[in-house]
């Protein structure tokens, strides 16, 4: 068929950009380094969000909403924020266009229009919002406030990625604002373990939660924890980060309240924040050379029914039985497609439903019913049964089940498979050219080695993971002692 | 209390921003003509907006996400369009700050970072929408495209007024693309229908379904839907459009089909919108010199309880009693919270939930425990009565229907007796300067006569009722022929 990937032996990186294209979750757009979220792929984004959503509602987060764009002078108030976002920064100007005197009928920039201030379109909210928070704050009875914002930002990226890196990208960002330094830490870690419930639990994607070594931290943070998961070709990749911001926006931005003993403090803050680059890593943990691989909790489709047939004949008694398997399917929640449309043959539609990883494939020919069967392929193992029709909702409720599942062990396996210890320079080397995945080992904790290491081998300590031991040992490159191992890798 | 707000009659306009200054639906912001959203008001929108995807999605459609920044060319391809919105553009020039030398700690746009081609922030998405679709139909199998967005967009308005008129606002926007004439016309007025559905069922605002006169159509329109609610001021606002594009974004941008003839014809197009501006007219619509009052369908929180105690052991009998009747409410899928705070009094509170809309509140002493009742007061009429515990969550049930049904009927009374006949030019402006309201009069069908008007009245062409009966008439302004009615007024 036509809808052929590149394999992920040939081209890891092709065999991505192929499956974005070709299942039609994402398409590119004239501007450059921004995509087309296409509805297959916005349909997945509403899942993930509906669920990150309800998650956020539960630990007592609210929504709201705040502007786009960012004066200047906003944006630079906090400096190490303002110094790590600078280099991406898209920058409107002026506020009008008017007609080209030299080109009919075309635009330019009325000069005329110049903004006495520039605005910034956020890269992230931080300063816009503080700003706000700045006037809302004035008693410790005002705190906390505990508030997530569904927003676009704009970061502008020389080299992008579908889904992994694009100038703009769709998220969310929670920022709230504390009395004290220990409910501050304790939200940060809160979310962060939200992010790896969700991450684990309904994109099967294992994670590992560490903290972020200081030349990694986000910018304008005192700690920066973080969920990193491992993709298929060995590189990691970071899912979702939660910042403790201390007092850093609050001093910058002066959030006092008075306290209880009706003394002024500022405010303590975290921030925290995943976004539709959720969508490639789900891509890359599962997905295959036949297309992606989608875990049924957030699948948009998760069973599609297709009839093999020859007359019309045939084909009503087909539909009838398949419209009540439809009906039966959906009593249960579960999101299913007849697809019956007459321009294309059984063939090539299981072919597209399995580059776009619907998790479940019945197939229902005349014969099937005479016996009460039908085939049932599932998209993860590519096993084919033929089963009884009665009570197959039932059965396809435990399937689901079981697929979502097994795509969490296999990943888990995966990722478990993955993680080495090195105790020597040569050691970790051979690992990243041979082997790559998760490397454990010692570094002596200064951001000169890590910036060396950096430099040599493109592996970065991806984080110092939350549960890792204290162990005595020595850096790989310096031979400095450390008190515990981290996890290297090269990462998107 | 300090939340006070001035009364209608004294300024009208200053009781609006009063009050959803002080309901908390929204915050002014440090960016000129831009607003926060607080929670209140984003839970609001929230119910709004998940109802309108519900029946975008009854009625076939998916969403997607096309960028926000949009190349000049491309905005500029569809003539029309572009004119209208040239100026009202955000224009981004530059994609990087840098360190100022002169300014130490502080950022300045960055010459070198000058782009090439400027980028329009997306006034609406027309331009990159159908650059895109170009690149999707090829066939007639390809067509209808029948695609929704969600997002932000701005407009640089002078004149700025929360939910109403802001410079960045929340929309959506639907973009379909058809075969035939036909089905793009058809595909209009079943857009502006479900909209006028929404507003009347779920808004409880009675709208005035019309096309619009071809000086108040969309720029690149064929022609203009559009819902017409009234203000209790007597203003009109337009609450929402679905333009039937015809070939015109097609033509610009080069989309064509191959046709089952095996020729190629340009594709036709349709688009609609309806955005935060609704809150605005939700309000306008039905609420009081003490605050809010919202439809039961969309408020965030329909129900709310206060105790009335003194001292605690009488608190625990209430607390006991009022979590029994919030897990009934909750079971019955109602959105109620129990109010137990203690740092205000229950004179406070009822003052508060007033202010905020809350359509039913329940106050529980241990006077009305003793004797199995509870005050119930319902914020559309004020009325309070003492009704028995039992069975109290099916009465509530079914009160805030009647709420609902109450404040449809009493703005479609209101919007009724506010739209009268002018068949003089001295009737008219009578109607005008000492009625407000529609004015159902004959106008000549020109565009200039229509021009006149407004600048002598500032009353403008609402719309021409898709209801309206052919009637022979004379224009009041030049006495010309007319051969229907159209509805003027002054409006948001």
């Known amino acids: 068929m036509s809808k052929e990937i590149t394999s992920r032996a040939l081209d890891y990186s092709q065999w991505y950009n192929d499956l974005v294209i070709k299942s039609e979750l994402a398409d590119y757009s004239a501007v450059r380094g921004c995509m087309v979220i296409k509805p297959y792929g916005y349909a997945l984004w509403e899942n993930m969000r509906d669920q990150l959503d ?61 903004l006495e201030e520039e605005l910034v379109i956020r890269p992230t909210s931080e300063a816009i919002i503080w700003n706000t928070y700045k006037t809302w704050v004035q008693s410790y009875r005002d705190l906390p406030i505990l508030i997530n914002q569904w927003a676009n930002v704009v ?39 939200v992010y790896a419930t969700f991450v684990e639990n309904y994109m099967a994607v294992p994670v590992i939660i560490g903290v972020k070594s200081e030349s990694e931290r986000f910018a304008g ?44 403090e500022y405010v303590w803050a975290t921030s925290w924040g995943v976004s539709t680059r959720l969508i490639g890593a789900l891509i890359m943990a599962h997905s295959d050379d036949e297309g992606l691989i989608l875990p049924p909790r957030i699948a948009p489709l998760q069973v599609v029914i297709v009839p093999i047939y020859k007359g019309e004949e045939s084909k009503e008694a087909i539909d009838k039985k398949a419209n009540e398997l439809v009906k039966a399917l959906k009593a249960k929640g579960i999101r299913v497609k007849y697809d019956d449309s007459d321009h294309s043959r059984p063939g090539y539609k299981f072919a597209a439903y399995e580059l776009k990883g619907v998790p479940v494939r019945l197939a229902l020919g005349l014969r099937d019913l005479d016996q009460n069967v039908v085939e049932m392929a599932r998209r993860d193992t ?111």
Chains 1, 2 share one sequence.
Request: include cysteine; glycine fraction near 4%.
């Open 155 to 193: 970061r502008w990226e020389m080299r992008t990625r579908l889904f992994l890196r694009t100038a703009e990208f769709l998220w969310q960002e929670g920022h709230t604002a504390h009395a004290t330094k220990d409910e501050a830490v304790e939200e940060t870690i809160r979310m962060v373990n």
């Open 382 to 492: 590519k096993e084919k049964t033929t089963v009884s029709l009665d009570g197959l909702d039932t059965r396809i409720e435990i399937l689901l089940e079981e697929i979502q599942q097994n795509l969490y062990q296999r990943a888990l396996q995966f990722r478990n498979e993955n993680i080495r210890k090195a105790d020597t320079w040569d050691e970790f080397l051979d690992i990243l050219d041979n082997k790559a995945g998760f490397i454990s080992a010692h570094w002596d904790g200064t951001a000169d080695t890590e910036e060396k290491i950096k430099d040599e081998t493109k592996a970065t300590i991806r984080c110092i993971p939350l549960d890792s031991a204290e162990e005595a040992g020595i850096c790989i490159l310096t031979g400095k002692p450390s008190s515990r191992r981290v996890l290297f890798a090269r990462a998107y």
């Open 54 to 114: 309800k998650m956020f509602k539960e630990t007592g987060h609210v929504n709201a909403y705040f502007p786009l764009l960012v004066p200047k002078s906003l944006f630079e108030a906090e400096e190490k924020n303002a110094e790590g976002f600078a280099k991406e920064c898209a920058v409107v100007t002026h506020y009008r266009l008017k007609a080209d005197p030299n080109r009919k009928g075309k635009l330019m920039v009325d000069p005329e229009a110049k």
């Open 221 to 264: 943070a005192e700690d920066t924890y973080c969920i990193e998961a491992l993709m298929q070709d060995g590189k990691a990749l970071q899912a979702g980060t939660s910042h403790f911001l201390g007092q850093n926006f609050a001093k910058a931005f002066e959030v006092q309240y008075l306290n209880k003993e009706n003394k002024q």
